[in-house]
């Protein structure tokens, strides 16, 4: 007789990458849930805190005092979060019990995207039809030009949580052109609601930074300090008022530092747009980066310290003219395969 | 491999990464403007303004602004052009030689215009241009071509068709020929400043080996005339 040991056949292995993503039903949601409530509860007595308001802050000190971690990445750390934040939102099954999808658009595989264009350009051929009643009518069409500096359209990311399914960059900047396309037309206040949901807000300024006030020393002269840092160069740099004009660079005179025209250029550029050339005297220490990179450090600094002799439009003239911005090019690492950042091996035939 | 950077308008639009990293990127976010260096275009008052550059204003009050370039400033000496046509001289990296290559150039052209001015009889010494910038500005507009060829390739054979230039590659290509000329129809022993300002003010009265070029290209453009259909864009 034969003795069947511990085989599995291909028919009762389960395949487990084809089933996808984990679904989770709505009834193991919402123990997750119960089960949140209740261990922040707990978690409020075991640190003596009252348990009606203990807030999310306080559970994330909670968990990190009682689960100390060294991991550098913050995302495996312990995390107790509220079961929404954690399982990602999943949409629910698409077709009926008799196997019937719900929506029309099922069988194209992206349902909720055509949906989305299809809704867009029903919106768009009504303000067309609203367009031409009025040229019809002879009455003048509106002109207020939206302000479309001060908003900006939902990202591709935000348009996937927002639709639930994945968005092609194609498909993403069709359904922009689309939505340009319908802002444009004169009458689009029509669906100004519709419209309202796909763009968001911009601060104007972005950024507000603090602009120290002067400080005074010993002998009454009123300075500034600022850094700045380009390449591997960084730079402090104090600005005194009622100066000459005179430039220090780690202890020497910036004609020595600075033979080279170009960089002393650079050093003046702030002075010379604010118009204060004579007015300002200004020690700097800088260290690390090249010739160039010390003077584009320098500079930064001594922009960043002009902002606070200067009234708040022209700091923001200086930041326009891009004195304000830390210069973000770095070198580019060398990759294996290639001898330099870009620069291939000599291609030989053979 | 670094990735574009990530100030600016939050979190969101930090992860944004091109599934194919491209060839031509930059380490600024893409929503980044070009600064604007002249005083007078901040000292205009709004009124003077046009629509465009109304919402020109309005859009930079909201974005983010790349750092300005060590070859961009304020000073009235420094020039787009100028630093443009340096960069292009410079060879390996070396920016110092190239820069006083270019301002023994400008002193060149100052000086033989000079000795013409004070050579000239009274009525034509209006006439003569002593400005070096406006010479060199002048010399590469009358460079420029208007159209140039490109290769088609249709049918197994490969045909010249002629095609409309934009801004940037006339200005280049002007910029091309003068230097390829400098560098190469000259004797061993004349140096570049000297070379440079003679071609350039042979190009200021639309004279010299280098219009002779253009208007080649143009002829031979006018010559493949039939084939401007091939064009598809």
Known sequence: TLRLICTTTPVQRKNVGASGPEKYTEAFIKKQIEEFNLGKRHLANMMGEDPETFTQED??????????????????????????????????????????????????????YYSLMHETYEKLLSVQKHQDQLIAQDLPLQKEKRNLAGSRWLTKIELEEMLLEKVSDDDYSRFIKLLQKLVA??????????IQKFSKEVPVQLQKVVIEPLQHDERGVAFSTGEGKRKTARATAVVYDNGTGKITVNGVDILHYFP?????????????????????????????????????????????????????????FMRQAGLLTVDPRVKERKKPGQEGPRRKFTWKKR | MAAPSAAGLGRRLRAWLPRIMPVRWSRYNPSYLEPEAKKESYQKPLEELTEEEREHME????????AAPPSLSSSVFSDPMISKFTNMMMKSGNKVLARSLMSQTLEAIKRKQLEKYHKAPENEKETIECNPYVIFHQALKNCQPIIGLSNITKGGKTYQVPIPLTDNRKRFLAMKWLIAECRENKHRRTLMPEKLSQELLLAFNNEGPVIKKKHVLHKMAEANRAYAHFRWW
């Open chain 1, 260 to 316: 080279v025209l170009q960089d002393r250029e650079q050093l003046l550029f702030p002075f010379q747009f604010l118009g204060r050339i004579g007015k300002h005297d200004m020690v700097c220490t800088v260290s690390g980066g090249g010739r160039s990179a010390q003077a584009g450090a320098i500079r930064l600094a001594s922009a960043k310290a002009l902002r606070s002799f200067v009234t708040e439009k022209e700091v923001e």
């Open chain 1, 185 to 194: 037309l004169p009458c689009a206040d029509i669906e100004e609601n519709y």
């Open chain 1, 59 to 112: 559970i994330d000190r909670a968990i990190a005092y009682l689960f100390p971690s060294g991991l550098f990445d913050k995302q495996a750390r312990p995390v107790m979060k509220h079961p929404t934040e954690i399982f990602p939102e999943q949409r629910k099954i698409q077709w009926g019990e008799d196997g019937r999808p719900f929506n029309f658009l099922f069988y194209t595989g992206k349902q909720s």
């Open chain 2, 59 to 66: 859009l930079k009050a909201v974005r983010p602004i790349k």
